[in-house]
């Protein structure tokens, strides 16, 4: 299938992120592992990536499929399950043209909404997740919000966006893997449209071997920027009827302080 959805977790990111990323933001591991333990199976985790949370999941004995629009993210999840014993149901797709094998319970997107996306297919995605739930099922659906980070939230002023794009320079730091090479990465903002809410970000990455440049990648990702009330339209017109929204990962009501947000959407129960 031809994928229109360019990202940068391919080649050596994506090597980056099965290598660094198990750690990162290790709430919101359990933040969901709950879901899926309240009758919440079998799950699939959209833009599943290396498996960050995938991974644990299937370690804990809970029934999840995986999916990602990069295949090379997707092949290293799947080498780090396999390296456990484990055999998940993994596939390569876009979110926006989700056609997954069964139907779930519960639907969960965790830091991969909006990325290298148009608007129209965020919105896709959202009927394609109400479609493959089963009734009663739920999806979960989180976004950094786009105040969260004072680096971008600047460039919503035309003064501060005349001095895009930002200058490209070297990864900042190199970070010894476990095949012996070294990596590092460096990221910068190229573009941002607040009318279109949409930033644009180039990633350079690089990796040594003894000490030497080995290989050197320029990848691209877009973020479509959501703002609360905005996704709280577009799920109730994917179909949701009940849209919750939460904190940072903590089941409590947002607050300013939250710079992520997950939103909590049920596909009616027609036969209840
Ligand atoms: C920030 S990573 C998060 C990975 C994983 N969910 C985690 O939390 O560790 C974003 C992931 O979203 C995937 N992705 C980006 N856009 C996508 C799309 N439109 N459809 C499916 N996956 C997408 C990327 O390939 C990448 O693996």
């Known amino acids: 299938m031809p994928v229109e959805v360019e990202t940068w977790h391919h080649g050596l990111i994506a090597k980056w992120w099965a290598e660094f990323n198990d750690d990162f933001r290790p709430h919101e591991i359990p933040y969901f592992q709950r879901y899926l333990e309240r009758a919440g199976q079998p799950a699939l985790d959209v833009a599943c990536g290396t498996g960050r949370l ?12 995986g999916c990602d629009v990069s295949a090379d993210m997707i092949a290293l999840c799947r080498e780090k399950a396999e390296r456990e014993g484990l055999s998940p149901t993994l596939f390569v797709q876009p979110m926006h043209a989700l056609a997954p094998p069964r139907r779930y319970r519960t639907i969960y997107v965790c830091g991969g909404f909006g990325l290298g996306s148009t608007r129209g297919q965020d919105l896709e995605a959202l009927r394609r997740f109400r479609e493959h739930l089963e009734p009663g099922g739920t999806l979960l659906v989180d976004i950094e919000v786009p105040y969260g980070d004072g680096e971008l939230w600047r460039y919503w002023r035309k003064e501060e966006r005349a001095s895009l794009p930002q200058e490209a320079g070297q990864p900042k730091s190199r970070h010894a893997t476990s095949d012996g090479t070294e990596l590092g990465l460096r990221s910068r903002i190229v573009d941002f449209d607040p009318l279109a809410q949409r930033v644009t970000y180039e990633m350079r ?17 877009t973020i479509n920027l959501y703002f609360r009330n905005e996704l709280v339209l577009m799920l109730e017109r994917a179909g949701f009827a009940d849209v919750v929204v939460q904190g940072d990962h903590n089941d409590a009501e947002p607050t300013p302080e939250d710079d992520f947000l997950v939103f909590v959407a049920t596909k009616e129960n027609v036969g209840a």
Do not use: S
């Open 54 to 65: 995938l991974i644990p999941y299937l370690r804990a004995g809970l029934d999840v499929d």
């Open 205 to 221: 990455a690089a990796q040594w071997r003894d000490g030497e440049l080995e290989a050197e990648e320029t990848h691209a990702l």
